[in-house]
């Protein structure tokens, strides 16, 4: 499987599951620190605007969805669940496998194939995904190709920062795959 289409299984994952959170509970506390389910969403819809601006060149000064940004949420105020897919509707003509094979320009970076970046908004969606999973009770069981490739992009690249993921935490012996990934990424799974 390749970067893009991990990059729709990955999407594709976390819509479902955003598709499935009780309404009462968008405002419950998630396994990230200081953000609540509502908040995750709004932090992954922001990457995919995000992602979809540097297909098609718009600008996009958006700050709020950022990592460690303390209110992401504000993104999907009224139902997340529906701005989810408002989202993914209006920036899927741009998020194609053409668009993400552009080369665009990054700030201090120049100019990178979009490509190089995926794994960034893979990685962000496929844990996320579990995060809201966890946060609400449902049970997710995550692609194994794009959490096998999520693992080797995560430890090739130096992330460990608070505003990106916890303390790496030591896995249970015999842990699978999946949960080798979240607790390298600071998640108790």
């Not at 990592?67 to 989810?84: F, I, Q, S």
């Not at 100019?111 to 990685?123: R, W």
């Not at 946060?135 to 690249?157: F, H, M, N, Q, Y």
Request: overall charge negative; hydrophobic content about 45%.
């Amino acid at each position: 499987m390749d970067l893009v289409e991990q990059y729709f299984v990955a999407q594709d994952g976390f819509g479902a599951v955003v598709a499935e959170v009780p309404a009462r509970r968008w405002d419950a506390p998630s396994p990230c620190a200081a953000w609540t389910v509502r908040d995750i969403v709004g932090h992954v819809l922001w990457g995919r605007h995000r992602l979809a601006a540097w297909v098609t060149g718009a600008d996009y000064p958006e700050t709020a969805g950022e990592p460690g940004a303390p209110n992401p949420g504000v993104l999907c105020a009224g139902d997340p669940a529906w701005e989810w897919r408002v989202a993914f509707e209006a920036t899927a003509p741009a998020l194609t496998r053409a668009g993400l094979a552009r080369v665009t320009s990054v700030a201090d970076a120049g100019g990178v194939p979009l490509t190089t970046l995926l794994p960034a908004f893979i990685s962000d969606a496929l844990v996320h995904t579990w995060d809201i999973a966890q946060a609400v009770g449902l049970t997710v069981t995550l692609d194994p190709a794009v959490v096998k490739a999520t693992d080797e992009w995560v430890r090739s690249i130096p992330l460990r920062r608070p505003e990106f993921f916890g303390p790496e935490r030591t896995p249970p012996a015999g842990a699978d795959e999946t949960t080798r990934l979240l607790a390298f990424l600071g998640r108790a799974a």
